[in-house]
Each structure stands twice: as structure tokens, then as C-alpha cells.
């Protein structure tokens, strides 16, 4: 009921490409949907996120799709450049309890190639 | 701000010996996480503190592992005796409990362990 399936484990393209990650879920009270990026040596660092009443959010390169329907978000990065190359996470949490508790997926590990 | 502070950012120990991970939070800030990360189980939230208090303690794996946070700029995570199961990067993160930015955790740049 917690888990967030995120598919595919590794990802290569080239500079320029679009390259899309996608997570599903299965928790109906989930409500709020981030994207984590994580370099080499770094802890995760929160990249864009969405709530479920919106299908779309964009911040520069960066778009969450939702489809609420199919529970089931996903990330694409438009113009990939060689910097992008990092292991995304999304994650999924709700208001149960006192925090929100993320739940994250397995990882995508991206290469953009030059 | 420094952001998250943990120490020591690698450590190698052998199995038996205890093992203090240490974290220092975002100055005001209300929750912290401790996760554990490795390749086969990816990231697990083991314990979460708010306001000092531990409040969910369930993803610790077993007794061997121990969390305390005396104050709220100072938490830390202690394996005794540890094995080389235990072998993982280790992070802590916090995150600020209002409305809009409670949902942002913050996360340090993670202890790397290694239990021979």
C-alpha cells in the first residue's frame, strides 16, 4: 500500500534529449508528489513537486505529469544536458500523523551524454 | 544557512564495534529523519524526530540500532555491536513544520559506513 513503483532503474541519452521517469502508486491518501535529484556524494536535494489537483508543473527544464486517474506522475527533462546526470527519486506522502513521511521510489539513474 | 551537518562523512569499523553517526539540523527547523540508503533496498526512513521527540520509530531495523535527539540541534544514530549488514550511506534530514515548507526535508550529505 506504501510503496511507489518507479521505472526505468538506469537511463542514457543524449545531450538534448528528453528523458522521462515514471513512478506509480498505489496509497490513495497520497497528496503531495516530489522529485528528488541526487549527485554522487550528495544527499538528495528536492527538485520539483506536485499536488494532485494540478496535471501538469514546469520549473525551467523540469515537468511533473500526473495523471490522477491511473496514479501515476512522471518527470521529464527537456534539453537534457551532461549536468542533469544524477539518480532522480520521486516520492509520495500524505498528512497521516504529525509529518509527512515520504515514501520514495527505487531510483532512476540518468546519464546524459555530451 | 550550512544546511544539514553530519559527521563523520565516512566511517570503517569492524563487526562488534559500536557506531555513533552524528547530525546537526537546519537551525529552526521542527522534524528530523534518519534514512538509510543502499542499492538493494534504496532509501528507508528509519526514525523521524519532532520538536526532540521521537514519533516514529518503525523502520529501525532491530534493537541494535538506536536514535536519540537531546536537543534541537544535535541528533544521532548509534549501531552497537554493528555488522556488515548494516554497511550503507546514512542520512539525516530536516525539514520546517509550516503549512507550505513542512514537505521540504532538507537532506545532509549522509554518512557512507563500512562493517568489515
Known amino acids: 500500500q506504501q510503496q511507489v513503483k518507479q521505472s526505468p532503474q538506469s537511463l542514457i541519452v543524449q545531450k538534448g534529449g528528453i528523458p522521462i521517469i515514471n513512478c506509480a502508486y498505489e496509497n490513495t491518501a497520497f497528496d503531495y508528489f516530489p522529485w528528488y535529484q541526487q549527485f554522487p556524494g550528495k544527499g538528495p536535494a528536492l527538485l520539483i513537486a506536485i499536488r494532485p489537483d494540478v496535471s501538469e508543473k514546469k520549473e525551467g527544464r523540469f515537468t511533473i505529469s500526473f495523471n490522477k486517474s491511473a496514479k501515476q506522475f512522471s518527470l521529464h527533462i527537456m534539453d537534457s544536458q551532461p549536468g542533469d546526470s544524477a539518480t532522480y527519486f520521486c516520492?509520495?506522502?500524505?498528512?497521516?500523523?504529525?509529518?509527512?513521511?515520504?515514501?520514495f521510489g527505487s531510483g532512476t539513474q540518468l546519464t546524459v551524454l555530451p | 544557512d550550512a544546511g544539514v551537518i553530519q559527521s563523520p562523512r565516512h566511517e570503517v569499523t569492524e563487526m562488534g564495534q559500536e557506531v555513533t553517526l552524528r547530525c546537526k539540523p537546519i537551525?529552526?527547523?521542527?522534524?528530523l529523519f534518519w534514512y538509510r540508503q543502499t542499492m538493494m533496498r534504496g532509501l528507508e526512513l528509519l526514525i523521524y524526530?519532532?520538536?526532540?521527540?521521537?514519533?516514529?520509530d518503525s523502520g529501525m531495523p532491530e534493537d541494535r540500532f538506536s536514535a536519540k535527539m537531546p536537543n534541537a540541534s544535535f541528533s544521532t544514530l548509534k549501531i552497537q555491536p554493528s555488522e556488515p549488514r548494516d554497511s550503507a550511506v546514512y542520512f539525516c534530514a530536516s525539514s520546517r513544520a509550516t503549512s507550505s515548507e513542512q514537505e521540504t526535508q532538507y537532506f545532509g550529505p549522509g554518512t557512507r559506513l563500512l562493517v568489515l
Open positions: 516520492a509520495a506522502s500524505s498528512r497521516e500523523g504529525s509529518a509527512r513521511q515520504l515514501t
Open positions: 537551525s529552526g527547523h521542527d522534524y
Open positions: 524526530f519532532n520538536n526532540n521527540v521521537p514519533i516514529d
